[in-house]
């Protein structure tokens, strides 16, 4: 069995952090939303939230859910 190449992986999870990150902003804008808006309805900081969809700090599955569903995605 060979062990999973880590380039690969740091790339998929780059893309995977994209894709979810245009839908939240996405969202945010077809909603009349800000950053600090979104983060207030999670009760999560504004600095936390940006993070997170800037790729600064990991999220959760659950915590990503959470935020998809917030912006109706």
Known sequence: MSTP???HIDT???HLRE?????????L???????????GRLKITEKHLSRVLVGRADASI???DR???AVNR
């Open 5 to 7: 190449n880590p380039t």
């Open 12 to 14: 998929e999870r780059g």
């Open 19 to 27: 894709e979810l990150r245009a839908r939240v902003i996405d969202g």
């Open 29 to 39: 804008h077809e909603m009349g939303w800000t950053q600090r808006d979104l983060a």
């Open 62 to 64: 659950e915590m990503w």
């Open 67 to 69: 935020i998809l569903q």
